[in-house]
């Protein structure tokens, strides 16, 4: 791909992918995820008009290499309909290639949302054209396995393309949802997040759910002012953005447009330098590459479920997996077990109830 870019496959340590071929212009993998298995091929077509056709004969091979249900998705550098081209046209013979070489592979889209076209030239009036390179396409197995895939067509910004997003399951989908405030560790030492702790202990009046409530609303009002100033500005504008593509391609649009991603570009090296600037002083702080603390952050994702030993209540150190077991068990049946307290009305006072007493009928009965 020369200095223009490549193709890359990633994926999560909790699902097992087997490479099975890769050129210039695909990469190819079986995916097994739970009790599914399926193949995934990346592919990225022929650029140029008159080698096109070395596009179809790579996706017709493909094709034959394996029996599995079939997800290609990339940039095929063509489209299928001419209602997929806006400004501009497209010879008919070209999308007869094109659509030979998907019936002949038993492909079809999936269902997308967005703004429908994925490539535009970035030029203004009628020398505009917008189209459909960037697609998703499963055979009838794959979507077998997959009722609810969808593709998100996500906002161009600086390239020519859009970014495409593939979900799998329903469950994935962006939704617009309330999120559940977690405190992240690397507020810690920021300045005002401190401040922010106090004035919310203050306010929860020495009641603990109060003092949780406020210390959250304290947090997120302040984090929303010191350290999301960045975040929301850049939303902000992408949204902004998200609204001029799908708008009229005049000269004026198209200058706002590219104002609008030179600003965009600035304020996310304005976040990443802020982000590098932050993590050499929790380096310098905490330790440097020759010391324990590189070590331990390096290792944490390795044994963070690993359980090498534990201490027992008389302060033994035991090993091994079935002592370690027993001693686990002691500790929470410990814990867990009653000496019978009393007096809990002061702590459970500000702690809003979540069983409703018919609720607790059902949970009291008679199995």
């Not at 070395?54 to 034959?64: A, G, I, Q, V, Y």
């Not at 290639?97 to 490539?119: I, K, M, P």
């Not at 570009?265 to 929790?282: D, F, I, M, N, P």
């Not at 994702?301 to 997996?321: A, H, M, P, Q, Y």
Request: with cysteine.
């Amino acid at each position: 791909m020369g200095h223009s870019g490549g193709l890359a496959f990633l994926w999560r340590r909790d699902i097992q992918c087997k490479f099975m071929s890769a050129s210039v212009h695909h990469m190819d993998f079986t995916v097994q995820e739970e009790s599914r298995v399926w193949r995934v091929t990346g592919f990225y077509g022929w650029p140029a008009v008159s080698d096109r056709h070395l596009s179809w004969e790579l996706l017709r091979l493909l094709n034959t290499k394996s029996s599995l249900p079939w997800l290609c998705i990339g940039d095929f550098n063509e489209i299928l309909y001419s209602t997929e081209m806006k400004g501009g046209s497209r010879p008919q013979w070209q999308m007869n290639n094109f659509h030979a070489a998907v019936d002949e592979c038993g492909l079809r889209d999936v269902s997308w949302e967005g703004y429908q076209f994925t490539f535009d030239n970035g030029q203004s009036g009628d020398a505009n054209w917008q189209c459909v390179l960037d697609r998703a396409m499963g055979t009838n197995s794959w979507f077998e396995l997959f009722l609810y895939a969808k593709l998100f067509h996500l906002v161009r910004e600086w390239s020519d393309h859009a970014p495409i997003r593939l979900v799998l399951d329903r469950a994935e989908e962006t939704s617009v949802h309330r999120r559940a405030f977690r405190f992240e560790q690397i507020w810690v030492g920021e300045e005002g997040c401190e401040e922010a702790v106090i004035r919310g202990v203050e306010k929860g009046n020495g009641n603990l759910g109060g003092v949780l409530r406020e210390c959250a609303r304290e947090l997120q009002a302040w984090k929303k002012i010191s350290i999301g100033k960045i975040r929301w500005t850049i939303m902000k504008k992408r949204k902004q953005l998200a609204r001029l593509d799908e708008g009229a391609r005049i000269e004026g649009e198209v200058r706002q447009r590219r104002k609008l991603v030179a600003e965009i570009a600035e304020l996310v090296r304005q976040e990443e330098q802020y982000w590098r600037q932050r993590s050499r002083a929790l380096w310098l702080r905490d330790g440097d590459r020759n010391t324990k603390f590189f070590h331990t952050r390096a290792g944490e994702r390795r044994s963070k479920n690993f359980i090498g030993c534990l201490v027992d209540e008389t302060g033994v150190r035991r090993i091994g997996d079935e002592v370690i077991g027993r001693v686990a068990t002691n500790y929470f049946r410990e814990l867990f077990a009653t000496s019978r307290p009393s007096d809990f009305d002061d702590v459970l006072q500000g702690l809003e109830g979540r069983v409703l007493d018919r609720m607790n009928l059902i949970l009291q009965a008679d199995y």
